[in-house]
C-alpha cells in the first residue's frame, strides 16, 4: 500500500492504493478527469516501495526494474532501499 497525494481542483488530497503509480493515475484521471491535475512530490522511498512491489508482485521484469533504476537520479540510495526490502523479506 502506498500513499500519494493527489490534486484535484488544485486542493490536496491524500489516496491509499496498492497499485502502481500509474494505475493510481489512470485512476484519478478516469475519476476526475480534467480535475485532476496530478501527484504532489512523490519520495524516492515511495517510488522504490511502490517499483519494488511491482516487481515482487511480477508485475515488471527484472530488465524492466533495471531501466527504470538507469533512469533514476538517485538510483544507489534506491538500490540500497532495494537490498534492505530484498533481505526484509
Not at 29 to 52: C, H, L, N, V, Y
Not at 53 to 69: F, H, S, V
Request: proline share 1%; charged share 35%; aromatic share 8%.
Amino acid at each position: 500500500m502506498i500513499q500519494l497525494t493527489a490534486i484535484v481542483d488544485g486542493k490536496r488530497s491524500m489516496m491509499l492504493t496498492g497499485e502502481s503509480i500509474e494505475e493510481a493515475g489512470r485512476s484519478c484521471r478516469d475519476r476526475f478527469g480534467a480535475r485532476f491535475e496530478g501527484f504532489g512530490p512523490i519520495s524516492t522511498e515511495t517510488k522504490a516501495r511502490a517499483k519494488w512491489a511491482e516487481y515482487r508482485a511480477k508485475a515488471i521484469t527484472r530488465d524492466e526494474l533495471e531501466a527504470w533504476l538507469a533512469e533514476q537520479e538517485d538510483e544507489h540510495e534506491i538500490r540500497a532501499m532495494f537490498n534492505r526490502m530484498r533481505n526484509a523479506a
